[in-house]
């Protein structure tokens, strides 16, 4: 699928820490990095409000990425989950769809970035997330399933809309 418009980014500095198990935030030549863990399942989330340009059609999650160490053999697997927070959902309960995975991605060459892709339909893989809503994503390592060592750094997560 050919790529939409830019909708929503978010860097590092914008993650949300979970209660636990979380990706911590670092620092990589002066950029900030949200580090994942090789070993445990850690997450981050982000916050923000689904712009108006949307279209009502679906969206491709980008994730760019780097590896912390050099790491010559593995792959690295994510998962992508939105949660609506629109004016009938609790703000008590986490109320996130089912996550999206993209696995099996490359290891990027020691100091390179690599970008990994999750295509999500509207509607329920979106939470059903409309314009103006108040919406939350949740992106996690699943390093129970990835093989690469070392930690992975994240440094932005693209929300497009689908052309």
């Not at 923000?48 to 792959?75: E, K, L, N, R, W």
């Not at 930690?151 to 689908?162: C, G, N, P, V, W």
């Amino acid at each position: 699928m050919s790529a939409g418009q830019t909708l929503i980014t978010f860097l590092p500095l914008h993650g949300e820490p979970i209660t636990s198990n979380y990706a911590t935030l670092n620092m990589r030549n002066n950029r900030p990095v949200l580090n994942f863990d090789d070993t445990t399942n850690e997450s981050i989330m982000f916050s923000g409000v689904f712009p108006q340009c949307y279209g009502g059609g679906g969206v491709t999650a980008y994730i760019h990425y780097s590896m912390a160490s050099s790491c010559s053999s593995g792959d690295v697997d994510w998962d992508v989950a939105f949660e609506r927070v629109g004016t009938s959902e609790s703000l008590d309960a986490d109320g996130f769809a089912a996550a999206q995975s993209a696995d099996n991605n490359v290891i990027p060459d020691f100091g390179n970035l690599a970008v990994a892709s999750i295509d999500f339909e509207d509607g329920a893989e979106m939470d059903n997330v409309a314009v103006g809503e108040v919406f939350r994503v949740k992106l996690t390592r699943d390093a129970t399933n990835d093989t690469a060592t070392g930690d992975a750094e994240f440094y932005a997560l693209e929300i497009r809309e689908q052309s």
